[in-house]
């Protein structure tokens, strides 16, 4: 029977490869992937004819492949050699292992031309040579990988990015289709025109081609590309494109056509184009006005529309894009006022009108936009005062309001605090704190201000008088009403409560609490899916009482639930409780547990949908700890108690250790959670605070990114899940990272997308310090995730 070795990536091997491995001449799987190997690779390895998978990917591998690499390698199916230091020409021998699907070569130093024959691989579906220093054939000035392409009947996906090619796309070189869905020719010295033939690659769903010396326009046949979805032909010198060409595509979720020559108008057809996330068309030559069918993209998440001639006013409608993140219209000729509908857009991090002509005043509903953490309008002709309604955007860290005709006083509270005079350079008559190199605002007269202090004290008796005398009419008027609702039978107290459910109801709606109806099981009890009879679908959570703590159990989270209301907690629908049964019904969450993802072999979260969830949890932490009435902490966050909806929204659950603190947001307990999420001051003394849960969440973020549970087993007492990513970030982030999560035959951003992760993995081990004193608040940790998510934004791909 054959060998089949797989090494884990985590193992943190390190040294020369051994040759002792070409004595396994049954192996057929081998896998050194995200270690730290050195050297080159043996010779004899390349002898075993049964390989079928080859990984020394993301190592610091160097040498050159040996010529004759392949031809003892008949049934090798994939070769990852990425991310090395990998010198030479790539091997002619490649083409003896026919059977190759997949080729991994990107991120080394190879050199040379990428051999033809590589087209004779028929069951080739991946290629990446991205980030190499390869060249084309001096003898030819077009790019021979074209033909390759076009010859390989199962491509879907090629990456040529990153080398040195300068040379031009060949003009006949696609003349068939091709089940091409992906290609990125990135910054590789690209000349010419697009050619024509590009119209044949009928199945292509994204086209990179940023950062070359393409010029013209677009063909004809490129609107045959109908599942086109992203389109990414930033900074290079396109100067005949007709943007109406994208109107025609039903699929397309980006376009980047920044930093060319494009000149014209925006077309009306654009707004057609429902599927839009991104439209980036900064530093071209665009004039006239936005067409007002472009406010009707509600899904669109970021516009940049910076330096160019666009002109007219902007209107209440900018607003309807309610879920965009950023907009960017700096640098064009817009005149009239900031339309005050623009305080509607919650969502949004980024705004920059800078370098307009705009006037008026800014608007007081600015002060309504409470996501946003970078606002730019200098340079405008703007008056009047800076809103204090700004000092409530918690999040703000950058503002920009210089070179405007801006008069009254600086607000000094909130984001205002940590701003400096750079921000408000060059206005008419600011004035304010002298930090801000403005004079101080004039102080109001002695005798103006004992007679406005008068009149102040005669209107708040005036105003004690009628409350009191109001106060006194609604008691009298309540009392008579009391007695009519009580004998009428009326009870409104119990309106907004949760609904009150019988037993019988829930033993109906589990079918007997069948085992078929079971969620999962918890420390005090079980969870089932019911569906009671008005045909609602709830999960019942049923305290077993013979376990200890679970009426205490039961009694707080009733307490606690009673009036949380968010977006990211778990809603109650109702209860049951009498003294040998107790249960809570709860909001059904289609998508079960976090944890159920995390240890799925089948399901995979993305990075972004990753991030999403951690940022719905802080988000319902900020809630706990900051915006309730009596801060709350949860005590046993971990990802078992963070559930998903059908939109894959997170929902924070199971308070049933949660603690109401008091004034000094302290408590104790004798009460344990989870081992491994345990904040250190928890775990030994008891105390309680909201730091612990950061402490979690913490735990929580590395999990997440790693996939490793924190009591895994080769976690003992000198190393931890939190020692262990210490140690990794940020230059062995790869050695950490769930397998799954990253590839470099993801293509473009890798690296990008990489620094992303690294950040968060910084932003837990701020969580998770051992001093509570020196962790990060669910505050700062929320804007923090935000900034990462605003930054990962472009990468994240269509």
Same mark, same amino acid.
């Given at each position: 029977?054959?060998?089949?070795?797989?090494?884990?990536?985590?193992?943190?091997?390190?040294?020369?490869?051994?040759?002792?491995?070409?004595?396994?001449?049954?192996?057929?799987?081998?896998?050194?992937?995200?270690?730290?190997?050195?050297?080159?690779?043996? &010779?004899?390895?390349?002898? !075993?004819?049964?390989?079928?998978?080859?990984?020394?990917?993301?190592?610091?591998?160097?040498?050159? !492949?040996?010529?004759?690499?392949?031809?003892?390698?008949?049934?090798?199916?994939?070769?990852?050699?990425?991310?090395? =230091?990998?010198?030479? %020409?790539?091997?002619?021998?490649?083409?003896?292992?026919?059977?190759?699907?997949?080729?991994?070569?990107?991120?080394?130093?190879?050199?040379?031309?990428?051999?033809?024959?590589?087209?004779?691989?028929?069951?080739?579906?991946?290629?990446?040579?991205?980030?190499?220093?390869?060249?084309?054939?001096?003898?030819?000035?077009?790019?021979?990988?074209?033909?390759?392409?076009?010859?390989?009947?199962?491509?879907?996906?090629?990456?040529?990015?990153?080398?040195?090619?300068?040379?031009?796309?060949?003009?006949?070189?696609?003349?068939?289709?091709?089940?091409?869905?992906?290609?990125?020719?990135?910054?590789?010295?690209?000349?010419?025109?697009?050619?024509?033939?590009?119209?044949?690659? %009928? %199945?292509?769903?994204?086209?990179?081609?940023?950062?070359?010396?393409?010029?013209?326009?677009?063909?004809?046949?490129?609107?045959?590309?109908?599942?086109?979805?992203? @389109?990414?032909?930033?900074?290079?010198?396109?100067?005949?494109?007709?943007? =109406?060409?994208?109107?025609?595509?039903?699929?397309?979720?980006?376009?980047?056509?920044?930093?060319?020559?494009?000149?014209?108008?925006?077309?009306?057809?654009?707004?057609?184009?429902?599927?839009?996330?991104?439209?980036?068309?900064?530093?071209?030559?665009?004039?006239?006005?936005?067409?007002?069918?472009?406010?009707?993209?509600?899904?669109?998440?970021?516009?940049?529309?910076?330096?160019?001639?666009?002109?007219?006013?902007?209107?209440?409608?900018?607003?309807?894009?309610?879920?965009?993140?950023?907009?960017?219209?700096?640098?064009?000729?817009?005149?009239?006022?900031?339309?005050?509908?623009?305080?509607?857009?919650?969502?949004?991090?980024?705004?920059?009108?800078?370098?307009?002509?705009?006037?008026?005043?800014?608007?007081?509903?600015?002060?309504?936009?409470?996501?946003?953490?970078?606002?730019?309008?200098?340079?405008?002709?703007?008056?009047?005062?800076?809103?204090?309604?700004?000092?409530?955007?918690?999040?703000?860290?950058?503002?920009? &309001?210089?070179?405007?005709?801006?008069?009254?006083?600086?607000?000094?509270?909130?984001?205002?605090?940590?701003?400096?005079?750079?921000?408000?350079?060059?206005?008419?008559?600011?004035?304010?704190?002298?930090?801000?190199?403005?004079?101080?605002?004039?102080?109001?007269?002695?005798?103006?201000?004992?007679?406005?202090?008068?009149?102040?004290?005669?209107?708040?008796?005036?105003?004690?008088?009628?409350?009191?005398?109001?106060?006194?009419?609604?008691?009298?008027?309540?009392?008579?009403?009391?007695?009519?609702?009580?004998?009428?039978?009326?009870?409104?107290?119990?309106?907004?409560?949760?609904?009150?459910?019988?037993?019988?109801?829930?033993?109906?709606?589990?079918?007997?609490?069948?085992?078929?109806?079971?969620?999962?099981?918890?420390?005090?009890?079980?969870?089932?899916?019911?569906?009671?009879?008005?045909?609602?679908? @709830?999960?019942?959570? &049923?305290?077993?009482?013979?376990?200890?703590?679970?009426?205490?159990?039961?009694?707080?989270?009733?307490?606690?639930?009673?009036?949380?209301?968010?977006?990211?907690?778990?809603?109650?629908?109702? %209860?049951?409780?009498?003294?040998?049964?107790?249960?809570?019904?709860?909001?059904?969450?289609?998508?079960?547990?976090?944890?159920?993802?995390?240890?799925?072999?089948?399901?995979?979260?993305?990075?972004?949908?990753?991030?999403?969830?951690?940022?719905?949890?802080?988000?319902?932490?900020?809630?706990?700890?900051?915006?309730?009435?009596?801060?709350?902490?949860?005590?046993?966050?971990?990802?078992?108690? @963070?559930?998903?909806?059908?939109?894959?929204?997170?929902?924070?659950?199971?308070?049933?250790?949660?603690?109401?603190?008091?004034?000094?947001?302290?408590?104790?307990?004798?009460?344990?959670?989870?081992?491994?999420?345990?904040?250190?001051?928890?775990?030994?003394?008891?105390?309680?605070?909201?730091?612990?849960?950061?402490?979690?969440?913490?735990?929580?973020?590395?999990?997440?990114?790693?996939?490793?549970?924190?009591?895994?087993?080769?976690?003992?007492?000198?190393?931890?899940?939190?020692?262990?990513?210490?140690?990794?970030?940020?230059?062995?982030?790869?050695?950490?990272?769930?397998?799954?999560?990253?590839?470099?035959?993801?293509?473009?951003?890798?690296?990008?997308?990489?620094?992303?992760?690294?950040?968060?993995?910084?932003?837990?081990?701020?969580?998770?310090?051992?001093?509570?004193?020196?962790?990060?608040?669910?505050?700062? &940790?929320?804007?923090?995730?935000?900034?990462?998510?605003?930054?990962?934004?472009?990468?994240?791909?269509?």
């Amino acid at each position: 029977m054959a060998l089949s070795l797989y090494i884990c990536c985590c193992t943190f091997l390190a040294g020369a490869i051994p040759r002792e491995i070409s004595n396994l001449h049954n192996l057929e799987f081998l896998s050194f992937e995200m270690n730290k190997l050195t050297g080159s690779i043996p &010779v004899e390895i390349f002898n !075993l004819s049964m390989m079928r998978i080859f990984g020394f990917g993301m190592n610091q591998l160097s040498g050159n !492949l040996p010529s004759t690499m392949c031809h003892m390698l008949p049934n090798l199916e994939q070769l990852y050699l990425e991310i090395n =230091n990998f010198t030479g %020409s790539i091997p002619n021998s490649i083409p003896n292992s026919s059977r190759l699907n997949l080729i991994e070569l990107s991120h080394n130093f190879f050199t040379g031309f990428i051999p033809h024959s590589l087209g004779e691989l028929r069951f080739l579906e991946v290629l990446n040579l991205c980030s190499n220093n390869l060249v084309s054939d001096s003898s030819s000035p077009e790019l021979g990988f074209i033909t390759l392409m076009t010859n390989s009947e199962r491509l879907t996906m090629l990456e040529m990015c990153e080398n040195p090619f300068n040379a031009t796309l060949p003009n006949s070189a696609w003349n068939h289709s091709s089940p091409l869905q992906y290609l990125y020719v990135y910054s590789s010295g690209i000349k010419g025109s697009i050619p024509d033939g590009i119209g044949n690659l %009928s %199945s292509l769903v994204t086209l990179s081609m940023k950062n070359n010396h393409l010029t013209g326009s677009f063909p004809d046949r490129m609107q045959d590309l109908q599942k086109l979805q992203g @389109v990414d032909l930033l900074r290079n010198k396109l100067s005949e494109i007709t943007l =109406n060409s994208f109107c025609v595509f039903r699929y397309l979720v980006g376009i980047h056509l920044d930093e060319n020559q494009i000149s014209g108008s925006i077309p009306e057809c654009l707004g057609n184009v429902t599927s839009l996330r991104d439209l980036s068309l900064g530093f071209n030559r665009l004039n006239s006005t936005i067409p007002a069918t472009l406010w009707q993209l509600k899904d669109l998440v970021e516009l940049n529309l910076s330096s160019n001639l666009l002109s007219g006013s902007l209107p209440p409608e900018v607003s309807s894009l309610k879920i965009a993140t950023a907009i960017d219209l700096s640098m064009n000729r817009f005149s009239g006022d900031i339309p005050t509908t623009i305080g509607k857009m919650q969502n949004l991090n980024y705004l920059s009108l800078s370098h307009n002509r705009l006037h008026g005043s800014i608007p007081e509903s600015i002060g309504t936009m409470l996501s946003l953490q970078s606002l730019d309008i200098s340079h405008n002709l703007l008056s009047g005062s800076i809103p204090r309604s700004m000092e409530t955007l918690e999040y703000l860290t950058y503002l920009n &309001v210089s070179f405007n005709n801006l008069t009254g006083e600086i607000p000094s509270g909130g984001p205002f605090r940590n701003f400096t005079s750079d921000a408000f350079i060059s206005n008419a008559a600011l004035c304010g704190a002298q930090r801000f190199h403005v004079p101080p605002c004039p102080s109001i007269p002695s005798h103006r201000s004992k007679t406005k202090k008068v009149h102040r004290t005669m209107f708040i008796l005036l105003g004690v008088i009628i409350a009191m005398g109001a106060i006194s009419f609604g008691f009298v008027y309540l009392r008579c009403r009391r007695k009519d609702k009580l004998s009428s039978g009326e009870d409104l107290s119990l309106v907004a409560r949760p609904e009150r459910l019988s037993y019988f109801k829930l033993l109906q709606a589990t079918n007997g609490y069948s085992e078929s109806n079971l969620l999962g099981t918890g420390s005090f009890g079980s969870v089932y899916k019911g569906t009671l009879d008005d045909g609602r679908v @709830v999960a019942i959570k &049923v305290f077993n009482l013979e376990l200890e703590g679970a009426f205490k159990s039961f009694d707080a989270e009733c307490e606690v639930l009673r009036n949380l209301r968010h977006r990211n907690l778990t809603k109650v629908i109702g %209860s049951c409780s009498n003294p040998d049964f107790k249960a809570l019904v709860l909001e059904f969450m289609p998508n079960g547990s976090l944890e159920k993802w995390l240890c799925s072999h089948n399901d995979c979260l993305d990075i972004m949908q990753r991030l999403d969830i951690l940022i719905d949890v802080a988000t319902a932490l900020q809630y706990l700890h900051c915006e309730y009435s009596t801060p709350v902490a949860h005590c046993d966050l971990k990802p078992g108690n @963070v559930l998903l909806d059908e939109t894959m929204v997170a929902h924070v659950s199971d308070f049933g250790i949660a603690k109401l603190l008091g004034q000094d947001n302290i408590t104790f307990t004798k009460t344990l959670a989870t081992l491994g999420y345990l904040a250190p001051e928890y775990g030994l003394e008891g105390l309680v605070s909201t730091k612990c849960d950061v402490y979690s969440f913490g735990i929580m973020m590395m999990e997440v990114f790693t996939r490793t549970n924190p009591n895994d087993e080769r976690f003992g007492e000198k190393i931890s899940l939190k020692s262990w990513v210490n140690d990794c970030v940020p230059n062995g982030i790869t050695h950490i990272l769930d397998a799954n999560l990253l590839r470099a035959n993801d293509g473009e951003y890798f690296i990008e997308k990489l620094d992303c992760i690294s950040s968060m993995m910084k932003v837990a081990l701020n969580c998770t310090m051992e001093s509570p004193r020196e962790r990060s608040n669910s505050q700062d &940790v929320l804007v923090a995730l935000k900034k990462i998510k605003l930054q990962l934004l472009p990468y994240k791909g269509p």
